[in-house]
């Protein structure tokens, strides 16, 4: 866990030091000045104003679709009962997967030439899914042993052993046999000719195939455009109303790619399709994290093929496997931030995934261990369930004007308590660029202290930063500073510092929020949802709480303004509704008893509580409360 805003150093070398040149007394400090002390330092003002009077159709898109690993996953009982607590918790419309086609599932193909099928397994699921509400993204993939001509567990025994295959299901990502995509073609074509006979071209017309995943042994464009090609084809020759589409693609790549090389084959698609998460490359770490950087990658992928539908179909607060904020309420203030802004530019977004039973990196072995599902392979649900919940329990059909000022005002934490202190960001950083002084003439000094002190003596320098020996480049070499030239960066053997307080500096846009309501109810149906997404880097310390004001403005409708009687907030954060943190307080059970998964689903719960709420002399109404780091918080009018 990271500390919360600490105020001791943080150098190995050294715990204070004073110098006789004004007795600087040199001490940590928070890097961003608006970061409070856990007992009482600064808290971040954050203002949300909510405008009833401007509403726009809000359609809930991220519950078409959501993830859930591995076809044969489907059968299973566990699976089946989270599937169907997911249509009811969540509004689960949809539901994508791996290794439809996989030998383990059926298997599909039982031999060469005119291959016979079995789609038991297949009708299975799909009877179970359409049961219960539910129309799958039909992921095509992966290879079947007898078209890849290769020996798979006893399957297709004479041919040489599968020489690619993916996870712990070992599913099979190499080209077909020589080359050869027409034995693939008969297949897809034979699997929707079959869905088409069993369910009707009505129903089949609503769902969607998207060709392979992420281009897994199918490179693009040489191995997957033949690929996508023979199943494009093959869809369109059962009925041309079916959608197909790919590429499919990690990292947001090819999205632009794939339609023109497409027109220009005369291939036919209905959908572009992609993946991404905030850890893929590309977005910045450490201190200079961005919590919109995942928001704005994708925004810019979908307005690149701004003609056409765009799916997204894996994203999550972070990849891989084992990734720390899986199972935390960060993952809820992420859910929050996400569907606010992207709802309404995506025609799908599917959550990877909803449930822990989940076998890429081998079934679950204990209850909590960052695998990407919203509930626990024994069924409890961890924030991102929650989250989800809230939204599909409290969202409306209407989007209400919402804006977010994250520097509405701050106070900063007063640290400078010995005249003329040195703020210390911490060791391993280092302020690049922003130099006063050519490189001829940097100061020599013995520590980080007195470099400080070189630089409260110079009456342009607003930052410093100093090399140790263990720099190589630069030991005992202090640097003097323009702060507001500077880039803030990791480098080992460097201590960087301001000369006095640290100084103020606008707060990151952490907390997101919007808003909706029922077009035929009033306040009482007025639902503003705020997120609290905070840095992942354990190394850099916590955000400060935020102060957060909601100002639902008064509006001259009839329809929406009735004086609400009181506010009530929902919160998931570290002491509400998160039930890993219990289970780590009672030692980590590999399988907690009956009891234990008691009180675990209980601190799973959510509730409502009272919030502060005042009507302005103009019939504003503003609700008041606190958020901290890495929290989900729904507030509630009552009428």
């Not at 699921?125 to 049961?131: A, E, F, G």
Request: charged share 15%; glycine share 8%; aromatic share 10%.
């Amino acid at each position: 866990q990271r500390k919360k805003n600490s105020v001791h150093i943080v150098q190995a070398n050294m715990t204070s030091l004073l110098v006789t040149c004004g007795m600087v007394l040199l001490h940590g400090c928070v890097t961003d000045a608006t970061k409070a002390d856990d007992h009482g330092g600064s808290i971040v003002e954050v203002a949300i104003e909510v405008d009833p009077a401007k509403t726009t159709p809000f359609e809930h898109r991220w519950k078409r679709s959501w993830g859930s690993g591995h076809a044969k996953l489907t059968l299973r009982q566990d699976w089946r009962a989270h599937a169907k607590r997911a249509v009811a918790d969540l509004g689960m419309q949809g539901v994508r997967y791996h290794g439809m086609f996989d030998d383990d599932n059926g298997p599909v193909v039982t031999g060469f030439g005119d291959n016979k099928y079995n789609f038991t397994a297949l009708d299975n699921t799909w009877d179970y899914l359409l049961s219960i509400g539910v129309r799958p993204i039909v992921e095509l993939s992966f290879l079947p042993a007898y078209i890849a001509n290769c020996s798979w567990y006893g399957v297709n025994p004479e041919a040489p052993k599968c020489g690619a295959t993916c996870f712990d299901y070992h599913g099979i990502t190499q080209p077909p046999y020589n080359d050869d995509f027409d034995p693939w073609y008969s297949l897809v074509r034979a699997t929707v000719q079959h869905l088409v006979d069993r369910y009707g071209l009505a129903e089949i017309q609503q769902w969607s195939f998207e060709v392979w995943n992420e281009l897994w042994g199918m490179p693009y464009p040489s191995q997957y455009l033949p690929l996508y090609n023979a199943s494009a084809h093959a869809i369109k020759s059962v009925h041309p109303s079916l959608k197909v589409g790919g590429p499919a693609t990690a990292q947001l790549k090819h999205v632009t790619d794939f339609p023109a090389d497409c027109r220009n084959a005369g291939i036919p698609f209905d959908f572009i399709s992609t993946h991404h998460y905030p850890t893929d490359p590309g977005c910045p770490t450490g201190f200079n994290w961005d919590p919109d950087c995942f928001t704005n990658d994708v925004l810019a992928s979908r307005a690149s093929v701004a003609n056409y539908s765009y799916y997204l179909t894996e994203y999550n607060v972070g990849c891989c496997l084992g990734y720390s904020q899986h199972d935390t309420p960060a993952a809820a203030a992420f859910i929050f931030r996400q569907v606010g802004a992207l709802n309404d530019h995506l025609d799908v977004f599917s959550y990877w995934t909803f449930t822990d039973v989940f076998e890429e990196g081998g079934f679950p072995t204990t209850e909590f261990s960052n695998i990407y599902g919203s509930m626990t392979h024994g069924g409890i649900p961890k924030p991102a369930w929650r989250a989800f919940q809230l939204l599909h329990s409290h969202a409306g059909d209407s989007r209400i004007h919402t804006t977010v000022d994250n520097n509405a005002g701050h106070q900063v934490a007063d640290t400078d308590h010995v005249q003329h202190t040195c703020t210390v960001v911490g060791g391993g950083v280092d302020f690049n660029g922003g130099d006063l002084l050519p490189d001829s003439q940097h100061f020599l000094t013995p520590d980080a202290a007195h470099c400080c002190s070189a630089c409260q003596g110079h009456d342009n320098c607003t930052a410093w930063s100093w090399g140790d020996n263990s720099s190589g480049c630069c030991p005992q070499r202090c640097y003097l500073k323009d702060l507001s030239r500077t880039t803030q960066t990791n480098q080992r053997g460097f201590t960087s510092g301001y000369p006095g307080a640290a100084p103020p500096a606008p707060a990151k846009d952490y907390v997101s929020a919007w808003s909706t309501m029922n077009h035929t109810d009033g306040m009482g149906s007025v639902r503003v949802f705020v997120g609290f997404w905070g840095n992942p880097d354990a190394s850099v310390p916590a955000a400060a709480n935020r102060s957060i004001s909601v100002t639902i403005k008064k509006s001259d409708s009839h329809r929406v303004f009735q004086a609400p009687t009181a506010a009530h907030v929902i919160r998931i954060d570290d002491t509400h509704a998160n039930p890993r943190a219990l289970w780590e307080t009672m030692g980590a059970p590999t399988v907690p008893s009956p009891a234990q998964y008691d009180q675990l689903n209980q601190a799973s719960e959510y509730a409502e509580e009272p919030a502060d709420m005042r009507i302005t002399n103009n019939g504003d109404i503003i609700v008041s409360f606190i958020a901290s780091e890495n929290s989900a918080t729904v507030v509630i009018l009552s009428v």
